[in-house]
């Protein structure tokens, strides 16, 4: 699962993508200035949870994030920009398949329940301050190879770059034209 993001804050906990529940899920969301891919499978054996696979944002820049779930490896790693986070890809307890689970998908925020370093979360909220594009999912594991000519692609010379503040510029200069 990979979005693109960029974010207007920081601040506290926002959740990029979500899907599954209290019992298994994915979830890759900001905690303060980190993001976080976690992926749990409580399977009646708790098999896998609770990675605190992370690493450092700043608001306003964009980001290429994803989380792989490679069933054949039996692992689940977090990339950032085309650079794995955390470390190699974290070893799990599994038999190849992400288990199937209850609950919703929900994109810029969480819808019912999810998945957190910390422990489960129930309930709506933890809406995301920004920008998420390029959602794409996949049913096969991607490599790192592959990720960071996804994260490449963004600095392009076919794609434009902005931070938020030209944005609002932008904004900004088009309200002042309109009045």
Do not use: C, K, W
């Not at 938020?164 to 309200?175: A, H, K, W």
């Amino acid at each position: 699962i990979e979005p693109v993001f960029n974010a207007d804050d920081t601040v506290g906990r926002q959740v990029l993508y979500e899907e599954g529940g209290a019992t298994n899920g994915i979830t890759i969301y900001l905690d303060g200035n980190l993001v976080y891919v976690e992926a749990e499978d409580d399977q009646g054996a708790n098999r896998f949870g609770n990675l605190g696979i992370n690493a450092p944002i700043v608001a306003g820049q964009t980001y290429h994030v994803a989380i792989v779930f490679d069933g054949v490896a039996n692992t689940v790693a977090g990339n950032l920009d085309g650079v794995i986070m955390g470390g190699p890809p974290t070893a799990i307890t599994s038999d190849g398949v992400f288990p199937t689970h209850g609950g919703a998908i929900a994109i810029g925020r969480m819808r019912n329940a999810a998945q957190f370093h910390d422990g489960d979360s129930g309930g709506n909220g933890f809406g995301f301050n920004g920008r998420i594009s390029n959602v794409a999912i996949y049913n096969r594991a991607l490599d790192s190879t592959v990720l960071a000519s996804h994260a490449n692609s963004l600095n392009s010379s076919s794609f434009e770059r902005f931070f938020n503040s030209d944005y609002n510029n932008v904004l900004n200069s088009i309200d002042r034209l309109v009045v």
